[in-house]
């Protein structure tokens, strides 16, 4: 992600630890008046949300992670709080935060622990499953791509026709479509 070798657009990240995070392909808007103001026809109050996304998702992925890390003190014992060193180590064992990572996060769960966000009176939940939807396939589409390169076309195609054979994916169809443009257009 951080190393910039897929597209901008779905490479947006966060890496680092608490007070110290540090955004890949994306600015965080300092100018904004409300953390909860949101103006679809303002790009800098979306990127701000993103990275608020963004920062929550790390900040529960690096506290999951760090107890299973296991620092142990001088003594031998289990550390009951780490430092900035400690925190670095645990950044550097998860990687980069990406969107991939907040949209599992915020998936409804079987315990529904996160079911208040969809469950309020002004929500469009039939919106943003078909917002959603668009951005699963963006990025298929941009994996795909990548896959069809490194395999060749044809046998993309192949695995990409199986699939459908077996499973009726409207979706996956189109992107075939695509890459074959694509790739039509790279000879």
């Given at each position: 992600m951080t190393e910039?070798?897929?597209p901008e657009s779905i490479s947006i990240c966060?890496?680092?630890?608490e007070k110290n995070f540090d955004y890949h392909n994306i600015v965080l808007p300092q100018n904004i008046e409300s953390h909860m103001e949101l103006d679809t026809t303002n790009p800098e109050t979306i990127d701000h949300h993103i990275?608020?996304?963004?920062?929550?998702?790390?900040?529960?992925?690096?506290?999951?992670?760090?107890?299973?890390?296991n620092f142990k003190t001088k003594s031998g014992t289990k550390r009951k709080s780490l430092n900035q060193n400690n925190w670095t180590q645990?950044?550097?064992?998860?990687?980069?935060?990406?969107?991939?990572?907040?949209l599992y996060r915020k998936r409804i769960k079987g315990n529904y622990q996160d079911i208040e966000t969809y469950n309020c009176p002004y929500f469009d939940g039939e919106s943003v499953?078909?917002?959603l939807i668009n951005v699963v396939d963006r990025l298929n589409l941009a994996n795909e791509s990548y896959i069809a390169k490194a395999i060749g076309f044809k046998n993309y195609k192949n695995i990409a026709d199986n699939h459908i054979g077996k499973v009726e994916n409207k979706l996956l169809g189109k992107r075939i479509r695509i890459i074959e443009q694509l790739e039509k257009a790279c000879i």
């Open positions: 910039n070798k897929l966060c890496v680092g630890i990275c608020q996304f963004l920062r929550a998702t790390r900040k529960l992925r690096l506290k999951e992670k760090a107890p299973k890390m645990v950044s550097n064992s998860i990687g980069a935060t990406s969107l991939m990572d907040f499953l078909k917002n």
